[in-house]
């Protein structure tokens, strides 16, 4: 068994923290889930809202831990303890002093829209830059308090460069997770209506972005969009450090440019940079995915990956379950999972890549979740949207909906519950023989059993991209 470091260690970079038992017991991994420890893990007892992880502090160590965090001493466990004030805090601090231990380019991604996809579009770069186990890069949606101090934790020695994606949705979330990550490259997507609930403009959700910036060294690069309307909230953020700026729309001036065309299910595109030009083919639609792929050569220009490396890491790019995923269900049919996450501008886009295929066009969609007061206007805005671009059905649930299916008119379906749907959709893809499919939703509405039920409908036929 290899260790990485030590219980002492760990209870060193946390305040406040005590140790019950040897500080040279070695540890192996870190694990939050009890039920998932292997022998020489420090199992870390995070408390949540329904659950106290200290509760389970004994059942990890009977599985083998080697040492657990906890907020309570535990009687009789064979297993060094590390008790601390607040768990969570102490993961928190414990990751922030982990990745300190590493010098190596740390990228974070941060944004309303296209988080994931680029921080994924950036490890397929990475991947191939560096190899399989040369880089690290976040998992999932492992984007928040206790996501990222779990991927800082998979942090080893030998690895190359990390890229680290930050998600938030309420003021100060970001800044707290920047601190963390220590980035010396941050990335910044965009600025567009998400967690409306929380933050009160779009200019907001821009500023508490901008945090990943100010986090930057003053050798650091801050990469983000120059034809973005809030890119002057970034300019000042990064007036300590370095600057990256990437566009895609035609005539704005920026460091990377790049030239999109969609092609169906796939993307174009052309990058020009300093680094060199070239052209990449995405395995993903989308104008948005070109911008997306902007803004992880841009990130990976600035972390010192080669030209080669960015363009064929791109091509090589596999798109995110639920992202974007492409299932032929014949020839001329098409499915596209978009069910993870959505608000009022990544459905639009999503429209965008539907009425960009072939037809007839079908939305399938759910309503958007913390969209604070204007609920009913954006989902009206998506009914017209979807109009306006020639879709000719929409099927929807969700009490927001009703609002799209109103705007929509003549061809839109509103159902009372998911299941309901989840039929219906299967029957009317079933009894398509050409066109394309868009299913949709927030991620709380439980849409990838949409696309579930309308597999398992054409299962004799449907093949994923």
């Known amino acids: 068994m290899t260790f990485i470091t030590t219980a002492g260690w760990v209870a060193q970079a946390v305040k406040g923290a005590v140790l019950h038992g ?6 192996a991994r870190v694990c939050t889930d009890a039920r998932k420890t292997e022998p020489g893990d420090l199992f870390v007892g995070l408390r949540g809202e329904r659950f106290d992880g200290t509760d389970f502090a004994a059942d990890a160590a009977a599985r083998g831990a080697s040492a657990v965090m906890v907020s309570r001493l535990i009687e009789g466990i064979n297993a060094v303890q590390i008790v601390v004030p607040d768990v969570n805090q102490a993961f928190c601090e414990s990751a922030a002093a982990w990745r300190q231990r590493f010098s190596i380019p740390v990228i974070s991604v941060s944004g309303s829209n296209g988080k994931t996809t680029t921080t994924q579009m950036i490890a397929s770069i990475l991947r191939e830059a560096y190899g399989r186990d040369g880089y690290l890069s976040t998992e999932g949606n492992f984007n928040n308090s206790v ?17 680290v994606e930050s998600g938030m949705s309420h003021r100060g979330e970001m800044a707290e997770l920047a ?11 965009n600025a567009q209506r998400e967690h409306q609930e929380f933050l009160p403009s779009v ?3 821009a500023e508490e972005n901008a945090d990943s910036i100010k986090a930057l060294p003053a050798d650091g690069v801050a990469v983000y ?3 973005d309307a809030c890119a002057p909230i970034w300019e000042k953020a990064s007036e300590h450090c370095r600057r990256r700026t990437y566009a895609t729309q035609p005539g704005v001036s920026a460091d990377l440019t790049a030239e999109v065309m969609t092609l169906g299910g796939t993307t174009e595109v052309r990058i020009h940079a300093a680094e060199g030009s070239a052209m990449t083919r995405l395995d993903i639609g989308g104008a948005h995915n070109g911008h997306n792929a902007a803004a992880a050569a841009a990130a990976a220009f600035s972390a010192g990956v080669k030209f080669d490396a960015v363009i064929q890491g791109l091509q090589a790019f596999k798109p995110v379950a639920r992202r974007g995923v492409r299932h032929q269900l014949r020839p001329e049919l098409l499915l596209i999972d978009d069910t993870y996450n959505a608000n009022p501008d990544s459905m639009r886009a999503g429209i965008d890549v539907l009425t960009s295929s072939r037809g007839p066009l079908v939305l399938i969609a759910g309503d958007m979740g913390e969209v604070g007061t204007r609920g009913a206007e ?3 805005e998506i009914g017209l949207y979807a109009k306006e671009k020639g879709v000719g059905t929409l099927l929807a649930c969700g009490d927001l909906m009703q609002n799209a299916c109103s705007a929509f008119g003549s061809g839109a379906r509103h159902y009372a519950d998911l299941d309901t749907l989840c039929r219906e959709a299967a029957e009317t893809v079933r009894g398509m023989e050409a066109g394309t499919v868009l299913v949709k939703a927030s991620n709380f509405m439980h849409f ?3 696309v579930k039920a309308v597999l398992e409908a054409l299962s004799d036929a449907a093949v994923s991209e």
Do not use: C, N, Y
């Not at 601190?179 to 997507?189: C, D, L």
């Open 203 to 205: 200019e907001a959700t």
């Open 179 to 189: 601190a963390m990550i220590r980035p010396t490259v941050a990335v910044i997507t």
């Open 147 to 163: 996501g990222v101090p779990i991927t800082l934790w998979r942090l080893r020695d030998g690895m190359k460069a990390a890229v």
């Open 378 to 380: 954006f989902h009206q």
């Open 448 to 450: 990838d059993r949409v």
């Open 22 to 27: 040897d500080a040279d017991t070695g540890i």
């Open 225 to 227: 969009p120059a034809d």
